[in-house]
């Protein structure tokens, strides 16, 4: 088990800097998920620590201990990729074992290992089989069983879901929960869906342009993003957002902070607008509504309106988010916020 910690780090690809003076402490022992926009640098922070692409400057820490003179091999990592490279021509069995091989560790270890490893991710039936023959689920999960296998204090997972269909990949996001309570060992996994980060994160490290945006419990991120970006990043639909009017401030809530009516409610922020689309989800409607200048997504659980239907968007003041012209969160007990609820309550239908 180890913790992981970047202090001031910046990493540069020829002159262009990706990575600026980051700090960042991954906890020992937890599920860590980085997320954002392609192009953030994800990968590129999984490299320094994998040691594959060292800092240009800045120290990494892997158990308090600076690893960057040490080589990739020697930090106690494994590191999964999207493109898992599995041996075709080795059964499932060898390619597990190769590594273990490599490191000469003696052979009847590496068969209890192997043994052990493959019962963990569901792979005992195959043993002898070529990959050829395995299922794209199966094959992700030989490519982790091998990566499982070395023992590493810190297991590295940049996208190792994302060729698997829908369904696979949700059954394979528990197994990984599940394999991660088991071996209690430090998980980094790199994803750009935030579906993922929500469902399997303890903490979400959330990204953008080489920066970290907030780095909280998923609940956290979802119920008090620090920011404009995290408040559109995470959630399906985004965080609605408008404009005040007045301070280059935004207004924000969450499709289901709004409740549709025929007739007008008694809630802070009022508005009326007309369904523009309906999209049927099965336990769930999505609603966009047209008012003003605005469009808001909105999620009921009743599907019980229909295109062009006049509707009353009601909005509690507790469901409110407010986002200043840094696009930073204005916080509740800052005095703004009373007075940017006073100019919604302003601007109330009727
Ligand atoms: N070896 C390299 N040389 C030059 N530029 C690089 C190199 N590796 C990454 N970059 C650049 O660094 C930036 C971050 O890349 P990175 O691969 O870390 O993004 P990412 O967040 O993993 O994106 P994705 O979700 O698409 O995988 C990109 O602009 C990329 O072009
Ligand atoms: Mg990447």
Redesign the pocket.
């Known amino acids: 088990m180890a913790s992981i910690e970047f202090q001031q780090v910046t990493?540069a690809?020829?002159k262009?800097v990706?990575?600026k003076d980051l700090n960042l402490t991954i906890e020992d022992g937890k599920f860590t998920v980085?997320v954002?926009?392609?192009?953030?640098?994800?990968?590129?922070?999984?490299?320094m620590i994998a040691g594959l692409?060292p800092q240009t400057a800045g120290s990494v820490l892997i158990n308090g201990k600076d690893v960057t003179r040490i080589a990739p091999g020697q930090r106690g990592v494994a590191m999964v990729f999207?493109n898992y490279a599995i041996y075709p021509t080795m059964s499932v069995r060898e390619n597990i074992e190769f590594g273990l091989k490599n490191n000469k560790v003696p052979k009847e270890e590496r068969t209890r290992l192997v043994e052990s490893i493959s019962e963990t991710v569901g792979l005992r039936p195959y043993l002898d089989r070529k990959p050829s023959t395995l299922s794209g689920g199966q094959r992700q999960r030989v490519a982790l069983a091998r990566a499982m296998v070395k023992k590493p204090s810190v297991f590295l997972m940049?996208?190792p879901l994302s060729n698997l269909d829908a369904k696979l990949r949700v059954q394979m996001r528990i197994e990984l929960i599940e394999m991660h309570k088991k071996l209690g060992t430090t998980f980094v996994y790199?994803?750009?869906d935030q579906v993922e980060a929500m469902s399997m994160a303890d903490t979400i490290v959330l990204?953008n342009q080489?920066k970290i945006q907030q780095e909280a419990a998923p609940e956290t991120i979802y119920h008090h993003p620090s920011n404009l970006f995290a408040a559109q990043f995470i959630g399906v639909p985004p965080m609605n957002i408008g404009e005040l009017g007045i301070d280059g401030v935004k207004f924000g809530f969450r499709p289901e902070g709004a409740i549709l009516s025929k007739e007008q409610g008694e809630a802070h922020y009022s508005v009326q607008g007309v369904i523009a689309t309906r999209e049927m989800l099965g336990s769930e409607t999505i609603y966009q509504v047209k008012s003003g200048d605005h469009s808001f997504m909105i999620k009921c659980t009743e599907d019980r309106f229909s295109v062009d239907d006049i509707v009353f968007l009601d909005i509690g003041a507790e469901k409110l988010f407010f986002f200043g012209e840094d696009e930073q969160v204005i916080n509740r007990d800052d005095r703004r916020f009373a007075d940017y609820l006073n100019v919604l309550r302003g601007q109330r239908h009727g």
């Open positions: 990493q690809f020829d262009n990706i990575i980085l954002g926009p392609s192009g953030c640098g994800k990968t590129t922070l999984l490299r692409d999207q940049d996208e790199v994803t750009h990204m080489g």
